[in-house]
């Protein structure tokens, strides 16, 4: 193989055959010689791709601050260089240059293009003048680039200098001028200043200590007043925003994709803070109060923006990759001193993730393997299950059909029902979510099983009363629709088994298996597919993610 064929064309085995045959090359061993435990890398330089075989814990840790992992097989992992690893580094330009030189080797021109990806970030900045807001670049040259890109341009009022620009009013001119050039490769550092709310809600922590990693995120999150916390599930984000909500200690705004969310965090903050009930308001459908703190979902202030133009000392945005979407987006501009974004899986299957970053803030704590490492997280175990039809009938019914539809047929296989049966059994005396996509099907396997179906249909106090008695362990196992795949609050759950899913989602299956993630006991998480259908491709894509982060997957038929 030459180093032109991209690694991700090749299977386990044919990337793992690619390594002992490189590490042979190198030995002058044969094959047949017992392939060797110490650590060993081979980078792919044209497409910035590393594999390492066998790293030690230290060598994964170091990784995860320069580079993101793409896939894992075994002891052997292969990792990806993206701008977003470069721009998204706390590393000095310097300290990224000597541990990639350390653990790679001399890559000259490698290194000439990590020193051009980094300085990119440096070129252009939004600066506070008096009562406006400026776009200024770092030479004449790029400025006019920048004028000259008609979505720039637009949102741009008066040219003051070579290199200076005044910009319209409103954080969505600045919103829409950091997203276009992060689109062109370019970050822009963005030192818009809001005015610092003097108001005071005494909102002390209560009870609560914050772990060494949540104090660390907490002030790096108020340093930079605007940034995306990545900690994988079970990490405890939301307590991380709660620590900095008590040292920002201004008004509030949560922001939430659904409404059961809403309850979930009043009691979050009831909990863990000195807050009384009558401080904190709810804006949703139902209920329409603002107060110290806000608790709304997105799609009532994206509808009615005006009226949440506060004075905000903080703006939490919760499963903050759904900002992109038409509606969220316009939450977006509304103005803070600060802002978080809390979100496992900041990624999306429309390739807007960058947009997540350019409206919200750049990224931390993604370093999963730090969790991983030191037990704060346990890493679950993913298993494929790939299973046959259950006759010829729904097979040909399948290959029959065309587009969605074949998905649909796939998923609701019959003959995942005894497999499911097996699982539950096998995990009788564990707490178990069963996740399925479609009504129907769930509807099918809570009368085939005697077990609670949860979903969009099921009445709010009938859903929350079904997931308290999960918590209580009055019921050891609920069937959900796509209502559980966002910050469902089950702590304990033990494994998760995904009857079917949202085509190849990596963020459905990150947050799925983010259900059964905690500091403790086991975590075991089945996705069930029909074998040679587009649905074991869709799963297969969906765990890239999970994989990416270290989480081991196994495909079992």
């Known amino acids: 193989m030459t180093n032109e064929k991209a690694l991700e064309d090749l299977s386990r085995e044919e990337l793992i055959d690619e390594i002992k045959q490189l590490r042979n090359q190198e030995t002058g061993e044969s094959d047949s010689v017992e392939e060797s435990s110490e650590e060993n890398v081979v980078f792919f330089e044209p497409q910035r791709e590393i594999i390492l075989s066998n790293p030690d814990d230290e060598t994964l840790n170091e990784m995860s601050e320069i580079a993101h992992m793409d896939t894992s097989s075994g002891d052997h992992y292969k990792y990806k260089v993206k701008q977003m690893d470069i721009w998204n580094s706390d590393l000095s330009l310097e300290e990224m ?16 293009w990590l020193e051009r990806t ?27 680039w920048a004028r ?9 009022v008066v040219d003051l200098t070579d290199e200076a620009s005044r910009i319209a009013m409103g954080a969505k001119s600045r919103a829409k001028i950091k997203e276009v050039l992060l689109k062109k490769g370019y970050p822009v550092e ?36 605007a940034a995306v916390l990545a900690n994988p599930a079970g990490s405890g984000k939301t307590v991380t925003s709660i620590g900095l909500m008590a040292k920002v200690d201004a008004p509030t705004l949560v922001l939430v994709p659904q409404r059961s969310l809403v309850g979930q965090w009043k009691r979050e903050l009831l909990d863990k803070t000195t807050l009384t009930e009558d401080q904190i308001g709810e804006y949703h459908g139902d209920e329409k109060q603002m107060n110290d703190v806000t608790i709304a979902t997105y799609h009532m202030a994206g509808e009615k923006t005006s009226l949440f133009r506060n004075d905000w000392g903080l703006i939490i945005f919760d499963e903050v990759h759904h900002i992109p979407s ?19 899986s900041p990624v999306r299957e429309d390739s807007k993730e960058k947009e997540i970053f350019a409206l919200i803030g750049r990224e931390i704590g993604a370093d999963w393997a730090r969790f991983f490492q030191d037990n704060y997280v346990l ?14 009938f729904y097979r040909n019914k399948y290959n029959q059909a065309s587009g969605f ?15 499911i049966e097996d699982l539950l059994e096998k995990h009788e005396n564990d707490k178990t979510i069963l996740f399925c996509d479609w009504i129907e099907q769930g509807e099918e396997l809570s009368e085939e099983f005697d077990i609670p179906f949860i979903s969009g249909e099921t009445d709010f106090e009938d859903r929350e009363d079904y997931f308290e008695k999960f918590r209580n362990d009055e019921i ?9 795949d966002e910050g469902l609050d089950l702590p304990d759950a033990e494994v998760g088994i995904i009857a079917s899913g949202q085509g190849g989602s990596r963020r459905q299956a990150t947050q799925r298996a983010g259900r059964v993630m905690r500091p403790f006991g086991d975590a075991q998480v089945y996705i069930i597919a029909t074998k040679g259908s587009n649905e074991e491709d869709f799963v297969k894509r969906q765990v890239e993610h999970l994989k990416e982060k270290g989480v081991p997957v196994t495909v079992e038929e």
Do not use: C
């Open 97 to 112: 240059k000597e541990k990639y030189t350390r653990i790679l080797g001399s890559y000259p021109n490698f290194l000439s």
């Open 379 to 392: 890493k679950p175990d993913v298993e494929i299950q790939l299973v046959e039809w259950e006759s010829d």
């Open 148 to 156: 000259s890109i008609e979505d720039v341009r637009e949102n741009l």
């Open 190 to 225: 963005d030192n818009s200043k809001f005015r610092e709310v003097d108001e005071k809600i005494g909102a002390d922590l209560d009870g609560i200590e914050l772990r060494d990693y949540q104090k660390e995120y907490v002030e790096r999150a108020y340093e930079k007043k």
């Open 326 to 344: 038409k509606l969220f987006r316009k939450t977006a501009s509304l103005q803070s001193t600060r802002r978080i974004g809390l979100s496992a």
């Open 118 to 144: 980094y300085e990119r970030q440096e070129v252009f900045s939004i600066e506070h003048r008096g009562t406006y807001h400026t776009l200024e670049a770092s030479n004449k040259e790029r400025m006019e």
């Open 405 to 419: 539809k074949k998905a649909i047929i796939a998923s609701k296989n019959p003959r995942k029902t005894q497999y």
């Open 476 to 484: 050891d196992t609920v069937i959900v629709s796509r209502i559980g």
